[in-house]
């Protein structure tokens, strides 16, 4: 536990340092230029993201293992609004508030083996394999500021956190007998593990992102504008402890937006 605080804890400053490098170049182009008038952007935005779930599971040492990692990956959307002040002609900061949805159903296959003593007193072992399964429902409201900047003629550079907070979130995890050389076992049948949840305090989900975005002017007067985004999350705590819960995500977002 102490490893990951403070490999989070380089993590996070890493991602204030990448911040700190965006807004110094900017902050010393804007001494440098008159002042300009602000605009403010606002719209709406749609997400698709591929979300991989890194959990781990201790209950499976029922099975005859210490743990396992699930990675999971599975298409995620979100939706909501956007707004964007544009503070200079290459700087501008924003937020985003949106809707979460999820859902993972997933399949892993794992070898144990249970022990057993011969008549002579020798021991021997059983080996079986198992499919555990887990099923996954998330929906979250989503908090995201963010700062951009002009970096390569049109091309912005985009940096920031998001706030996850879950207002639903559903679990269930089962492993299944798959085979046996124990003719005592009935492959098909529930072993060791069957559980379903809901969890009823979760985690505010934390994590930093970084991305790339082009602005398509949609109108001659540039008041309308159509912004396609590629982005990395990139999670920073557990949004649930017990199972050293992260999500990191590759997202592609749609953004209308209009200048006012």
Known sequence: MIKEIHINHILFKFCILILLCMLIPSFYSEARTPSQKKYYNIGIYLNCSFDEHELAFGMV???????????PASYAFSTGVVLESEQSASLSIGASLGYYTNSISSTKVYRGRTGYYDPNGYRKYFSNINNVLIDINISALNFSPYISYKAFNDLDVKAGFAFSAFTNVNYSVKALLASS???????????????????????????????????????????????PSLEYKIGINNFENSMNWKINSLLASLVLKYKI
């Open 181 to 227: 050389t124990n003719p005592n076992e009935t492959p098909g049948v529930i072993n060791g593990i069957n559980e379903e949840q809901k969890l009823k305090n979760p985690y505010v989900f934390v994590s930093f992102f970084l991305g790339l975005s082009h602005d398509f002017p949609l109108d001659g007067e540039k008041t309308i504008i159509f912004t």
């Open 61 to 71: 040492e029922r099975l005859g293992f210490k743990a396992f990692t699930f990675l």
